[in-house]
């Protein structure tokens, strides 16, 4: 089955410790990004990636590591999270920005 | 500042009625999507129009697209219960000449259709 995944669901930490939210996709999709969801401003870009160790900034990087080593994975990295990165966040993939398909999302709460 | 910025906010009718909803942008773009979410859940590709058409069906939904006017419009037809969820608009502006580029979503419409 063509999807895309997320690990972990949900997630409650601390400030200031590491975390890493894994995200993988089966279809061979080069393109792969990173988004948050916040109740009144949407869906924002964090980073996206075009294909292999080929990574941009989206609206919204600060705070915010990827990279994408392997076609299929591209890791969200937050080296030191604060309490306004508590967020939905979802990993999407795509052959072209079109079509996207998107995760599961993954619910982080930052005490 | 968002791309994409949706209107209504908030759209409620009664199952067999048509619900429109539309999407301004500011810039030039490549294509316009319309996705829709389920609450909490990922999101969903329904449609995507190319700046060079102006109009796109699938199934009950009609997309247009009027870039003269930098905007674009989502009709679903005959709705239904399970039409209940909140609809987003992206648009697609490409990275240097790339067929690849950023999307950008605007902060959605919520349907509410009542039985």
């Known amino acids: 089955e063509a999807q895309v995944t997320q690990n972990p669901r949900y997630l409650i930490t601390v400030t200031g410790k590491k975390l890493t939210v894994t995200c993988s996709q089966n279809m061979n999709h080069e393109y792969m990004s990173w988004y948050r969801q916040d109740p009144g401003l949407g869906l924002r870009q964090i980073y996206y990636?075009?294909?292999?160790?080929?990574?941009d900034k989206g609206d919204v990087p600060e705070g915010y590591k990827v990279s994408r080593k392997e076609k299929r994975n591209f890791p969200l990295i937050l080296e030191s999270p604060s309490p306004n990165q508590t967020s939905l966040y979802f990993c999407?993939?795509?052959?072209?920005?079109?079509?996207?398909?998107f995760g599961p999302g993954t619910r982080l709460t930052v005490l | 500042s968002q791309q994409g910025e949706e209107d209504p906010q908030a759209l409620s009718i009664q199952e067999g009625e048509n619900a429109t909803m539309n999407c301004s942008y500011k810039t030039s773009i490549n294509n316009l999507q319309w996705y829709r979410q389920n609450s909490g859940r990922g999101l969903v590709h329904l449609i995507l129009?190319?700046?060079?058409?102006r109009e796109k069906h699938s199934g009950r939904l009609r997309v247009t697209l009027d870039t003269s006017k930098k905007s674009s419009s989502l009709l679903i037809t005959a709705s239904r219960a399970a039409d209940t969820a909140s609809y987003f608009c992206?648009?697609?502006?490409?990275?240097?000449?790339?067929?690849?580029?950023?999307?950008?979503f605007g902060q959605g419409t919520i349907l509410t259709v009542h039985p």
């Open positions: 990636s075009m294909n292999v160790e080929v990574t």
């Open positions: 129009i190319r700046s060079n058409e």
């Open positions: 999407a993939s795509s052959f072209t920005t079109g079509n996207e398909f």
């Open positions: 992206a648009t697609l502006t490409n990275a240097g000449g790339t067929s690849y580029g950023k999307l950008t």
